[in-house]
């Protein structure tokens, strides 16, 4: 299930989203200080380990070297990626991010 939301939430409440989250998609077409993959990687703790896709125009892409990066100015990336199930990442997750 794909749940999008653009709203004001609770810190605890964020943080409990992105420690339940199956996948981590943070793909920002400009970057600030976006800490929200720093957030993702450590809300999900030592058991979960969630694949994480990240925006390889980051500043912090660099330094999360085992997520998958696109291109999100890529729209045949786009499509190809987001369709895939996450299931064949889930055995693999360590190798999806830091």
């Not at 653009?6 to 800490?35: C, W």
């Not at 990066?69 to 987001?82: M, S």
């Amino acid at each position: 299930m794909l749940i999008c939301s653009h709203q004001m939430i609770k810190k605890d409440e964020f943080y409990a989203l992105l420690s339940a989250a199956d996948l981590g998609v943070i793909t920002p077409l400009r970057d600030g200080m976006n800490t929200t993959s720093m957030e993702f990687v450590i809300a999900q703790g030592q058991t979960k380990r969630s694949p994480l896709v990240l925006s390889e125009f980051m500043g912090i892409s660099s330094n999360m070297s085992e997520a998958l990066q696109i291109n999100p100015w890529n729209l045949d990336v786009r499509t190809f990626v987001f369709p895939l199930p996450i299931c064949p990442f889930v055995d693999a997750s360590s190798a999806c991010r830091t």
